[in-house]
């Protein structure tokens, strides 16, 4: 029993007099303004952090890492508050702020990267980088930005003056990107020459107060390199803060060194260029590869002013690409003109509105993919969606235009479509027997003489009426929404035509089929359609005793009505009516014919 006691007393003995291990203890700054980070007089308690420390900046203050030091600095972790500030003014490249546990930025905390060599968040054992936080590039000289494993930030500010800047790796941004480098030939590239193919994805907006920000420079170092800028919110290039002009965006940088390139930007916001920004191809006549292909592809609102530059400089094949899901404004403060006379920068230009997109033309101005003045009169404007275009906004250019199957074009110009209304364009014209047309002015509107003879929906809603200007076949849907439709030149409705009334009219009546081989009824009828159920077009027999005004309208199960296919005076006799119902869903409906005093309902089965 007593050598069990003199054990345990020696096992106490010893664990109470080993040497301890140093711990981690919390250094703050003193809470005054701060100061530089080798001064006694920054810190609480006057001692200057160790690798032991862990190291908190507190809201307010801010530090100054000076280049005039010539040692690294090692700490546990670190700490910026909400509202402080770090500088890292480093200017020897072996020193380093090293940090082996957590570097944490809070909301509105700042880290400024002062100097070439300090070009993403310092080393550290881990991150904690919140949404709100600051990382500020300042240095001046050639830097990247990012690096393997450091390269997701809050809000990034590239406020780097000098010979531009690079990304090194792939870039998060979760918060807004902000490109500010003083003047419009410093610029913030994607990817450049051996960095290989990067690419980036901002959660927030990108602005471009002054600088040029671009998808991919001068690929001397590979073939085909890629450079992507992937964007949640909006781009705004230009600010009021600034002299004008000095704020650019683009595919592509400097020259190509006689190799291809890739640069894309991709917009899922708006895309707004203000106080001279410059909306461009590339930034060197001096490019040679007609190989290279830039795009923006934009999800929402082109919105320019009076100040805007638009500009080519470079060779190969350049897309401005409307790719949105629903409306997209297009309000242009003056003409929008890619084209360029020098003979080095010949692009090939082609514009997009994608499937499913609806861009709409405001602001009175013109659209010229390439101007008249410009040799290089290759590419189209290339429409899959819809497009509609007000009273004044007209495509010109030497552009070819081509309006596919399925697509829409709606114009509000007095004269439609015709080489003095919405489509001016010097390339070829192209519409496809399947498209859609529509007129939907204030003021009274021809058809146009470059309305296809065939077509397939057209839309009528123009209250002082539209006049058609030359025989055309519709094979789909004659919406009268509003106005008259003056068919003096008649059209024809074809085998799965149709004619849907609102609160529009025919200037000449249309003839519903009279069969004359059939005797005149006692009494008004309406037989049950034929076939049924069908997909998509049926035909509906009507007797009348006598001359009557008739109204037939279809409605569907819930008592809505979906399409009014007769309302005329018709003669006596037996009548047949053909119905498309191509646009409506598959279901139960029910069309109520009415003629007089006489009404009758029945019903019918769409079935797709």
């Known amino acids: 029993m007593k050598n069990a006691y003199k054990i345990l007393f020696f096992i106490l003995v010893i664990v109470f007099y080993s040497p301890q291990p140093l711990t981690s203890q919390a250094l703050k700054t003193n809470g005054l303004g701060g100061g530089n980070w080798d001064s006694t007089s920054t810190w609480q308690g006057g001692a200057i952090p160790s690798s032991v420390d862990d190291v908190v900046i507190a809201a307010g203050d801010s530090v100054n890492i000076r280049s005039s030091i010539t040692t690294s600095i090692n700490v546990n972790s670190l700490t910026i508050q909400t509202g402080a500030k770090v500088a890292n003014s480093f200017s020897v490249a072996p020193v380093a702020l090293t940090i082996s546990g957590m570097f944490i930025i809070d909301s509105a905390g700042w880290y400024y990267a002062n100097s070439s060599s300090a070009t993403s968040w310092p080393l550290s054992g881990g991150y904690s980088i919140h949404p709100a936080s600051n990382y500020v590039q300042t240095a001046s000289g050639s830097s990247t930005i990012g690096a393997a494993g450091r390269a997701t930030f809050g809000n990034l500010i590239n406020a780097k003056a000098g010979s531009g800047s690079t990304c090194a790796v792939d870039l998060t941004v979760i918060g807004n990107l902000t490109i500010q480098t003083g003047a419009s030939g410093t610029t913030f590239r994607g990817t450049y020459r051996t960095n290989g193919n990067l690419t980036h994805h901002v959660h927030g907006d990108v602005k471009v107060i002054s600088g040029q920000w671009v998808a991919v420079d001068d690929p001397t170092g590979a073939d085909g390199i890629t450079g992507v800028w992937n964007v949640d919110g909006n781009v705004t290039v230009g600010d009021p803060s600034t002299a004008s002009g000095v704020a650019r965006m683009g595919a592509f940088a400097s020259a190509d060194g006689g190799l291809s390139r890739f640069g894309y930007i991709n917009i899922n916001g708006n895309l707004n260029i203000i106080n001279g920004g410059r909306l461009q191809c590339g930034s060197s006549t001096s490019s040679t590869a007609t190989t290279e292909v830039g795009a923006v592809n934009l999800h929402g609102n082109l919105t320019t002013d009076a100040t805007a530059v638009f500009a080519t400089n470079s060779k190969g094949r350049f897309s401005l690409n409307f790719i949105g899901s629903g409306t997209q404004t297009v309000s242009l403060g003056s003409n929008l003109k890619f084209s360029s006379t020098n003979p080095n920068a010949l692009l ?102 470059l309305l296809p003879t065939t077509i397939n929906n057209l839309t009528i809603d123009n209250f002082t009426g539209v006049v058609l200007s030359k025989p055309t076949t519709i094979n789909g849907i004659l919406s009268l929404v509003s106005g008259v439709f003056d068919n003096t030149i008649p059209f024809v409705l074809g085998p799965s035509g149709t004619i849907i009334y609102g609160s529009g009219s025919l200037l000449i009546p249309l003839s519903v089929e009279l069969l004359n081989d059939l005797p005149i009824p006692h009494s008004y009828f309406v037989d049950q359609n034929y076939p049924n159920p069908f997909n998509p077009t049926t035909t509906i027999r009507i007797g009348l005793p006598l001359q009557s005004v008739v109204k037939v309208s279809v409605y569907n199960i819930v008592g809505q009505k979906v399409a009014d296919i007769l309302e005329n005076t018709r003669p006596a006799g037996v009548h047949e009516i053909k119905f498309d119902a191509a646009n409506l869903v598959s279901g139960i409906y029910y069309y109520r014919f009415q003629a007089d005093n006489f009404t009758d309902i029945k019903s019918m089965i769409l079935l797709k």
């Open 348 to 449: 090939t230009v082609y514009d997009t509105i994608a499937t499913g997109s609806n861009v709409v033309f405001t602001g009175g101005k013109s659209w010229y993919s390439s101007s008249v003045s410009a040799p290089n009169g290759d590419g189209a404007f290339v429409v899959n969606g819809k497009l509609s275009f007000g009273t004044f906004d007209t495509l010109r250019g030497l552009q070819a235009f081509i309006l596919n199957e399925g697509a829409t074009l709606n114009t509000k110009n007095p004269f439609g479509i015709d080489t003095l209304g919405s489509i001016q364009v010097k390339g070829p014209v192209t519409f496809n027997d399947n498209a859609n047309y529509g007129f939907n002015g204030a003021a009274p509107q021809v058809t146009g003489m």
